[in-house]
């Protein structure tokens, strides 16, 4: 920056000399008539003015390596601490919305910081060319800058009526392309439900908005721009006037005028950017604190002073007398006085109505949410003391909604591990019961898919999520649903090959089809976050008239 704001100064200092020298060059090669003085000065003039123009590119130079740097280096801080902070914090906020914001935030400061040399160049043009000027002629000089101070005021007002309806417009525009996205990603439910009609309506009314702000933006710029360039000619003609009739008096010569007039045109951009600078500045102070706000939101869920290694052990996991909600406000709490106990290597089936809070439970042992009461220790160790990647390398989930990243099968499949040799991806692949349709794939394991997966059914989806969970080799494995959108006809696959992954693991397994459930030794019956039953499939068929209602009901839905 400090290079920058020189090369600004050496510049603005060459520029301001070259009219200077073309009015000796004038005076002494024509008017005096001097041997060689044309020649001498046209050759300074040419060599100041290569200075001027190196000066000026290094100047930008700087001024944008700078900017981009900062933008660059605050876009992946922000990036880091949103990766950071938990998962309440991201439950509440969009975190689509929050980026955006972020991106033209980023651009406001960018914006900024890029212009702070020509600024200084800019004041340094304004004093070196007043003073100039005034040394030259002082009556002439108070005439000519006279108008000029208002074309500051009103660059400065442009700036401030613009902005408001060019943020309106940038808005709206994002606007358009929430619609489009929509529309496109959820294209199966717009046409199913034959509502093509609908979403152009829409689309219809928001293009409106866009036009509408986009033209009276051009109305606010078509009604400043005639002022912006006709102050600077109130300047040009006091000196055409006025210093036309003292040459004509013999108190200036022609050369002076010359002089005058490049002078007064050289102040024209400064003016009219300087003018515009400081609203600039307000939007960019305006946008770092909208970008502190998000920074110095602290992570709740962080690792302890003195967090501890996860001891050596095959994942026994207790839950003592959990309590826990994801609002205080909430009436009841969604988990309350839970406690179950799995012994390491046990596969514990997680069976209760929707929103009784298994997919709460599978949360909170990898501590994406802080318990209220009670604890959860892993191997004897409270989660809360535990290192916080330790504990969740630890344990590996099959969310209930699988998400895949836009890249290829082998990629998602080694998402712990990056480094995975081809065979251990294949080899969970197999576990999974996916390496057969992944081979089946136009290029296999290098097959792109989609953002979500799109060319691959649910079930496969699912699978691909368990080969991650399964080469990521995690102590307690949690399966949320994870057999829920595979093909009932090919689940005795998927069966088989989760039954050697959950040999000699702990595993969770959130299940309502009694052939998954049958996989686990023991079945916990979950009610309104509460232990109501616990025993064997077919001990709770027997004794539990709730878990027979459960089911019943799960498969009156799949039904
Ligand atoms: N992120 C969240 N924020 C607030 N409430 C939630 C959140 N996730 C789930 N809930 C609520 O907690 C309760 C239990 O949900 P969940 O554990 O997902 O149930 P299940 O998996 O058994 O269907 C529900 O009432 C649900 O509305
Ligand atoms: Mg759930």
Same mark, same amino acid.
């Given at each position: 920056?400090? &290079? ?27 008017? +005096? ?25 290094? @100047? ?6 700078? #900017? ?5 280096? +605050?876009?992946?801080?922000? &990036? ?8 309440? &914090? ?51 000089? $108070?005439?000519? +800058? ?55 309506? *829409? ?82 102070? #305006? ?40 609002? @205080? ?37 990898? *501590? ?14 409270? %989660? ?12 590996? %989930? ?15 499949? #080694? ?8 065979? @251990?991806?294949? #080899? ?12 089946? $794939? ?9 953002? *979500? ?21 995690? *102590? ?21 090959? $989760? ?17 998954? %459930? ?42």
């Amino acid at each position: 920056m400090f &290079f920058g704001v020189l090369a600004g100064f050496v510049w603005t200092i060459a520029k301001v000399a070259l009219p200077l020298m073309a009015r000796q060059g004038i005076h002494r090669g024509i008017e +005096l008539d001097e041997p060689n003085a044309l020649r001498n000065w046209t050759i300074g003039i040419v060599v100041v003015a290569l200075i001027s123009g190196l000066c000026t590119g290094m @100047r930008r130079y700087l001024a944008f390596g700078v #900017a981009y740097r900062v933008e660059t280096d +605050l876009r992946l801080k922000m &990036f880091a601490h949103l990766q950071r902070l938990h998962f309440a &914090f991201h439950d509440q906020s969009q975190t689509g919305q929050l980026m955006s914001r972020a991106a033209t935030d980023l651009q406001q400061i960018q914006g900024f910081i890029v212009m702070i040399p020509i600024t200084f160049s800019n004041l340094l043009t304004i004093v070196l060319v007043a003073i100039v000027v005034m040394v030259i002629n002082l009556k002439l000089a $108070l005439l000519a +800058l006279a108008p000029l101070p208002f074309l500051n005021y009103m660059a400065n007002r442009f700036s401030k009526r613009i902005h408001p309806v060019a943020m309106e417009l940038q808005q709206e525009l994002a606007g358009v392309s929430t619609s489009v996205e929509e529309t496109v990603t959820g294209i199966r439910v717009v046409k199913g439900f034959g509502a093509e009609r609908v979403q152009s309506a *829409r689309m219809k009314e928001t293009a409106a908005r866009v036009f509408d702000r986009a033209v009276y933006a051009g109305r606010v710029r078509a009604g400043f721009m005639p002022l912006l360039d006709f102050i600077p000619a109130l300047g040009i003609l006091a000196v055409v006037w006025y210093g036309g009739h003292e040459v004509l008096n013999g108190r200036l010569s022609v050369a002076d005028i010359a002089g005058f007039l490049l002078y007064v045109n050289m102040l024209v951009f400064p003016l009219r950017l300087t003018g515009q600078l400081v609203s600039q500045g307000q939007r960019a102070v #305006a946008a770092a604190q909208r970008i502190e706000e998000i920074l110095v939101t602290e992570p709740a869920i962080v690792n302890k002073a003195n967090a501890v290694s996860l001891p050596p052990g095959n994942g026994d996991v207790v839950f003592d007398n959990v309590s826990f909600g994801y609002s @205080r406000e909430a009436e009841r709490a969604v988990l309350e006085n839970l406690s179950l106990t799995i012994h390491a290597g046990e596969a514990v089936a997680l069976v209760g109505p929707t929103g009784c809070g298994k997919t709460t439970v599978a949360r909170l042992l990898p *501590r994406f949410y802080e318990v209220d009461g009670g604890s959860i220790t892993v191997d004897g160790v409270d %989660i809360r003391d535990v290192k916080l990647n330790e504990l969740r390398t630890a344990i590996g %989930i099959v969310f209930e909604d699988t998400f895949l990243f836009g890249d290829t099968v082998a990629a998602n499949i #080694a998402f712990a591990d990056p480094e995975a040799t081809q065979e @251990r991806i294949e #080899a969970a692949a197999a576990l999974a019961g996916a390496h057969e349709f992944i081979s089946e $794939l136009p290029n296999g394991y290098s097959t792109e898919i989609g953002e *979500r997966g799109f060319s691959l059914s649910g079930g496969q989806r699912q699978r691909i999520a368990l080969a991650r969970a399964i080469l990521a080799d995690p *102590r307690v494995l949690i399966l949320d649903d994870a057999t829920s959108s595979v093909d009932p006809t090919k689940e005795h696959e998927i069966r088989d090959a $989760l039954k050697t992954v959950m040999k000699g693991r702990t595993t969770i397994v959130i299940a309502h089809r009694p052939a998954t %459930i049958a996989l686990a030794d023991r079945v916990v019956l979950l009610d309104e976050g509460r232990i109501i039953a616990e025993g064997t499939h077919v001990e709770l068929l027997r004794t539990s008239s709730r878990y027979r209602e459960v089911l019943a009901q799960a498969e009156g839905a799949a039904a």
